[in-house]
């Protein structure tokens, strides 16, 4: 399955226990933070949070609860990115990355609607991608996926100028999550 093979990347890439006093995100196992385990449940030690309830956070609250499983039926590849970007960025933005770019490449709303960029995937979200698929082709996913990735690349840049402690982490997030 798709999901298992984005969660083991992923927790590869995060490590494990982390509590760095410059990420705003604070201290994470996994890539899981404090925030995101206490909401699921999870009232241990972050330095203990077992890897199978990490797995099981990353399955729910970031691939079958914002239903990036219906984009990965349309485009893997971009729902594989929205997954990370997800992950590194929270999903809101992920998700208002497709919106935006969906909005973006649709010709003045000529081939499909323009779909609200409210950071979930709904049936406007999917029915734009549908549309943007079917006018584009198989080419369109890679489109699609650069779009989102320069959208991402953007941000990290704008975190790191706005937030100078965040300029340690810029080169990582670049080398490491821009395709």
Do not use: C
Not at 15 to 38: C, L, M, Q
Not at 61 to 82: G, H, K, M, T
């Amino acid at each position: 399955m798709m999901i298992e093979k984005l969660i083991e990347d992923v927790i590869e890439r995060e490590g494990g226990y982390s509590d760095d006093p410059a990420d705003a995100g604070g201290e994470t196992r996994f890539g899981i933070t404090a925030a995101v385990a206490r909401a699921q449940g999870y009232r241990g030690a972050m330095r203990d949070l077992p890897l199978a309830t990490a797995q099981a956070i990353y399955r729910t609250v970031y691939w079958s609860a914002p239903r990036l499983d219906a984009v990965a039926e349309r485009a893997p590849d971009v729902a594989a990115i929205l997954f990370d970007t997800g992950v590194n960025m929270g999903l809101a933005v992920a998700i208002g990355f497709l919106q935006r770019a969906l909005n973006a490449l649709n010709r003045g709303a000529r081939d499909y609607p323009d779909s609200a960029v409210d950071g979930r995937i709904g049936p406007a979200t999917l029915a734009a991608l549908a549309g943007y698929l079917a006018h584009r082709g198989p080419a369109g996913e890679t489109v699609l996926a650069k779009a989102i990735e320069a959208l991402r690349g953007e941000r990290y840049v704008t975190l790191a100028e706005r937030r100078p402690a965040d300029e340690a982490f810029l080169y990582g997030w670049l080398a490491n999550r821009i395709g």
